[in-house]
């Protein structure tokens, strides 16, 4: 028994290492096949840009990991963004000589209410996570829009210092990437290093196990979902800073992106499995693919069918590397 | 362990559970009717409820069969990206000179082709769940229809295309008609067939149910086919009545059809519901929606209001179910 597990974890971890490898890789590739096609790609500027671009994404989808973590899916983030985003923006409307951190306090506060508040739906009454987020999805986009009245709230009437918290820089990095670089700092040491990061897994893993080992089940799941909406708050007032307009289909959609770059970087969607170097690296790729697609002359319109065929392959390839671990596994142990 | 559990209950009180959630349903229905009575005073009127049918009968073609599909414990979250693919290249192929009805047929031909691209998928890589299966074929979907169309919109139909919109036959709205006659046809696949069985038995325990002899894999694709066929119908009423498509039509429809399924009692842990819950939700939803819109109540409430029912639908079955674990576990111990 012991031996199996031993076995199980060690080739888990070659998975892994493989997967991130292969995506390191793949993305090595693209830049290179881009800066042939277009000398401005790797320029300081560009890459300053496109990772300001994509800061946004990684700060999500470091919740979204935890979330899928615990086999859950949460869709209704676009939508705590937009509210949390939509609040804060008013607030500051109102009061323009209003600190830039308590606006990025407030909105957290508010991501983390709505994502409490969907983690006890999930964790207390066994609602399905993606039945949850789906009607907790139109239930805060119902209240951005009507908190709005349907206007948006736009450049002019943000004060300077609320714009500024996405153009500002802390020790030469701009704002957004240092607070992803935080953000991922705290997580990974969270979740390799503290009990309650690994009881996560745990609970991801197996839930039963979980459960007859001592872990609050429902606990972790409230966390997790509570971290989401927390971040998702955080980066609603980033987005609204950053875009300068609060409108009330802000980053619609923008859920399925968070969602595609934990695929691409090999969060497992039956749970259990994840890490933050991989979806660092997902995030970084569906960045690039934004940034680099328009610089080679793709159309716009093609950006979507692509988009999609590299999550599409990217998921394959991972069950079919998976596959064959597998099956060399099988013929180890029979010898 | 938990699965076991539902089993067991399976024979006690599912029967009777069910039949009661149907006529909760048919009580929240007829609540809703007479709210919406009194609020405004031109809700109660035969023509008008039957022209309200229109409006909201084009996405109730998928409901059918997302009812099979939930209930194989599955979802496709790609059907309204189904819906504009086929809708565009539809619209697309008439523009270049196909004779409508040929187009028609390329239409469901589409949907067909994307539907049981999703099934064929699903079933050649088990390790991938069928969410994120069609995530990824949602965005390939929608985003070929951005290729075919980039951000113009096709239409120019021949006259009596309109007709599958607009039109009625006796009085009643045609596209009424078709969804009864293909809600009769599912119901009967669901209910009365050995393929229906073999989805009840599938969405219980797929394992159990392959080593019956039952075809697990072929099951499952006719099911996400026939999902995808139902899409390409929502695409033709859809198209028919607003006259022309757009790549970004139909968008937010996936959320609508699963929460009324849902809303519907089909529990999303599979294996449970019936087709007549599901197709109570949709005049549920329907009417509410029109009756608010009577009373000029703003979309986003609506939303709200969907939202919160979808969760409570799901939470109230949920909280009955623990309780009753909950007693007998106090009396066993």
Redesign the interface.
């Known amino acids: 028994m012991a031996e199996k597990v031993l076995n199980k974890s060690f080739n888990s971890i070659n998975i892994a290492k493989f997967r991130e490898l292969g995506l390191l890789g793949f993305i090595l590739l693209l830049s290179i096949m881009v800066q042939l096609r277009n000398s401005s790609f790797m320029t300081l500027e560009n890459i300053d840009d496109m990772i300001t671009n994509t800061a946004i994404l990684s700060i999500l989808s470091v919740g979204m990991m935890l979330v899928i973590v615990t086999r859950g899916i949460d869709l209704s983030i676009g939508a705590t963004l937009a509210l949390s985003g939509m609040i804060s923006a008013l607030t500051v409307k109102a009061n323009p000589d209003l600190h830039p951190l308590f606006a990025i306090l407030l909105g957290t506060l508010i991501g983390m209410a709505c994502g409490a508040l969907i983690g006890l739906v999930i964790a207390k009454t066994g609602v399905p996570p993606i039945i949850a987020t789906l009607g907790m999805m139109n239930v805060f986009r119902g209240l951005t829009f009507m908190i709005s009245g349907g206007k948006w709230v736009s450049a002019h009437q943000m004060s300077v210092s609320f714009k500024g918290i996405a153009t500002s820089s802390i020790f030469g990095i701009n704002t957004l990437i240092f607070i992803a670089i935080v953000i991922y700092v705290v997580f990974y040491y969270f979740i390799n290093h503290t009990r309650t990061g690994r009881q996560i897994y745990a609970v991801g893993s197996n839930p039963e196990s979980a459960k007859i080992s001592g872990i609050n089940n429902e606990k972790i799941l409230c966390l997790v979902y509570t971290i989401m909406g927390a971040l998702a708050g955080l980066a609603g007032v980033l987005w609204v800073s950053k875009f300068a307009s609060a409108q009330g289909d802000t980053a619609m959609g923008f859920e399925l992106n968070v969602i595609a770059a934990c695929v691409l970087g090999g969060v497992n969607i039956a749970g259990g499995s994840g890490k933050i170097s991989g979806i660092v690296l997902g995030a970084l790729l569906l960045g690039i693919l934004n940034n680099a697609l328009p610089l080679i002359n793709v159309s716009p319109f093609w950006q979507m069918a692509i988009q999609g065929g590299i999550i599409l392959i990217a998921v394959i390839t991972n069950a079919l590397v998976k596959r064959s671990v597998d099956r060399n596994n099988l013929i180890w142990r029979k010898i | 362990?938990?699965e076991k559990n539902i089993i067991a209950k399976k024979e006690f009180n599912l029967k009777s559970f069910f039949f009661q959630w149907e006529w909760m349903l048919v009580l929240l229905f007829v609540v809703i009717n007479i709210i919406n009575t009194f609020l405004s005073p031109y809700y109660l009127d035969p023509k008008k409820l039957l022209d309200a049918t229109m409006t909201f009968l084009d996405k109730a073609f998928i409901v059918l069969p997302m009812v099979f599909v939930i209930i194989l414990a599955d979802?496709d979250i790609s059907v309204a990206s189904t819906v504009a693919l086929s809708a565009v290249v539809m619209a697309v192929s008439y523009n270049l000179g196909v004779p409508m009805a040929l187009a028609i047929i390329i239409c469901l031909l589409v949907g067909t082709l994307c539907g049981f691209l999703n099934g064929l998928?699903i079933v050649k890589?088990k390790?991938?769940?069928a969410?994120?299966?069609t995530?990824?074929?949602?965005?390939?979907?929608?985003?070929?229809a951005?290729?075919i169309l980039?951000?113009q919109a096709s239409g120019k139909f021949p006259a009596w295309y309109k007709f599958l919109g607009w039109g009625y036959v006796g009085g009643i709205p045609f596209i009424l008609i078709v969804f009864a006659v293909f809600a009769v046809v599912f119901g009967l696949l669901l209910h009365k067939t050995t393929f229906g069985r073999r989805v009840y038995a599938m969405g219980n325990n797929i394992t159990a149910s392959r080593f019956s002899g039952i075809q697990v894999d072929k099951i499952k694709v006719i099911v996400f086919t026939l999902t995808g066929f139902m899409s390409a119908v929502t695409a033709l009423f859809l198209t028919s009545r607003m006259g022309s498509t757009r790549p970004n039509v139909a968008s937010g429809y996936e959320?609508d059809v699963?929460?009324m399924v849902?809303l519907g009692g089909i529990s999303?842990?599979g294996g449970k519901g019936k087709l007549t819950g599901a197709i109570i939700s949709i005049f549920l939803i329907g009417f509410l929606r029109y009756g608010l819109g009577l009373k000029n109540v703003?979309a986003?409430?609506?939303?709200?209001i969907?939202?919160?029912?979808?969760?409570f639908a799901?939470?109230i079955p949920?909280?009955k179910?623990?309780f009753k674990k909950w007693g007998k576990v106090q009396k066993t111990s």
Request: hydrophobic share 65%; net charge negative.
């Open positions: 362990m938990k979802i998928l890589f390790e991938l769940s969410v994120i299966v995530l990824s074929t949602m965005i390939i979907y929608r985003g070929i951005y290729i980039e951000d959320l699963i929460a849902v999303s842990t703003p986003q409430a609506l939303l709200i969907i939202g919160l029912l979808l969760i799901v939470m949920n909280l179910f623990n």
